[in-house]
């Protein structure tokens, strides 16, 4: 028995969109580009989150292969994006984005 | 109502609960912290979807590897409560309602455009290893072996990024 059967599939749609939100929120309301990064993780949650739940619904098991391969894209991602915030970091001393405008000037 | 109903809104409150602190949160230790909260309640709920595989590939990459990778660098960089900086008021109470506006607007269009199949029969064994293996090593194999050249090319660029002095 799977919880798709019981819960209906627009609770999950709910959910996830709720979780999205969330982060969009973060990356707009915060500062640190560490909790920036916090922030896209946690959208890329909602989606896989949303892809398992299309996958129990279609009993089709394609989707959750997605998942896997979203998983991987976001720890790549996680180590190079917190790689170039070393790099940053060692050269102002923050990781505050609003300091990161040289291209600006 | 059921237990998996229940189980359900338990998972979903915490999900939402840690979501909302890691940011609001201001020390950026307690956010990696709720956002590990996070990644187990979504777990649970991979698995009362009966994807067992992905729950625990899930709680391994996320709450094992990238919670390491996120806390070391935390640590490494010393950041606290009194590094944080902060945004100015208007734009937190612009950024609150442009990301209020976008939940809203995400939750109330996509609540009535699903048109849920009534099935019965559905199949509880997809997420089971060998089904997943399956798919994965004949549909999918080329991505699944792009992939690992997609890991060794992010190994060597954040190995690249952090050295030193590059000549």
């Known amino acids: 028995m799977s919880a798709i059967e019981i819960i209906p599939l627009q609770w999950y749609i709910t959910l996830s969109a709720l979780l999205f939100g969330l982060g969009v929120l973060g990356v707009l309301f915060r500062r640190n580009a560490i909790v920036i990064l916090m922030c896209i993780e946690m959208m ?12 129990a619904h279609h009993s ?4 959750q292969v997605f998942v896997f391969f979203v998983m991987a894209v976001a720890a790549a991602e996680v180590a190079v994006g917190l790689a ?17 405008n040289q291209l600006k000037h | 109502m059921t237990t998996t ?3 359900f809104f338990i ?12 940011v609001m949160s201001r020390n950026p230790v307690y956010s990696v912290l709720y956002l590990i909260t996070m990644f187990f309640a979504i777990a649970g709920h991979y698995i009362l979807l009966n994807a067992q595989f992905l729950a625990v590939v899930h709680i391994i990459v996320y709450a094992g590897a990238i919670m390491v990778l996120f806390l070391f660098v935390i640590m ?3 950041l606290n409560k009194d590094t944080e900086p902060h945004n100015p008021p208007w734009v937190k109470i612009a950024a609150v309602i442009a990301g209020g506006m976008m939940m809203a607007t995400l939750v109330g269009a996509l609540k009535e455009t699903a048109t849920p199949l009534t099935k019965t029969n559905y199949d509880t ?5 060998e089904r997943l293996g399956n798919v994965l090593f004949s549909d999918f194999l ?26």
Do not use: C, Q, W
């Open chain 1, 44 to 55: 890329l949650n909602a989606v896989n989150l949303l892809l398992v739940a299309f996958s």
């Open chain 1, 60 to 63: 089709d098991p394609h989707a």
């Open chain 1, 84 to 100: 170039i915030l070393i790099a940053i970091y060692r050269n102002t001393r923050t990781t505050d984005i609003d300091f990161l």
């Open chain 2, 5 to 7: 109903e229940i189980l």
């Open chain 2, 11 to 22: 998972l979903t409150g915490i999900a939402f609960f840690s979501g909302a602190m890691v």
């Open chain 2, 76 to 78: 490494m960089l010393n």
């Open chain 2, 125 to 129: 064994t997809i997420g089971t290893v």
């Open chain 2, 142 to 167: 080329i991505p699944f072996e792009l992939s690992s050249a997609l890991f060794l090319a992010a190994m060597v660029g954040a190995v690249m990024l952090s050295k030193k002095n590059i000549h």
